[in-house]
């Protein structure tokens, strides 16, 4: 589940192995372009962490947020299910 803390969402994915999670930022990275809404990321082994604000909007929560933030969720079921 998101979580909003300090004007952003926050969520933390863990998938199988680094190459699982590598795939997973590499989807995200084309949706985000298509959006033109970067999240900022982490990764480390087959962990993912990913906030999401809106810097046009001051760096708070808005809608392009929660929307790149439904489009993640939809990837990673994908992966998890795959």
């Given at each position: ?23 997973f ?11 033109d ?25 808005t ?9 993640i ?10």
């Amino acid at each position: 589940m998101w979580r909003e803390e300090n004007h952003s969402l926050f969520k933390k994915f863990i998938f199988k192995d680094f190459q699982q999670a590598f795939a997973f930022m590499t989807e995200i990275a084309a949706v985000a372009e298509e959006l033109d809404h970067h999240p900022w990321w982490s990764n480390m082994y087959n962990q993912v962490e990913i906030k999401l604000t809106t810097h046009s909007a001051g760096n708070t929560v808005t809608a392009k947020d929660h929307a790149l933030a439904q489009l993640i969720d939809e990837l990673a079921n994908r992966f998890r299910q795959g």
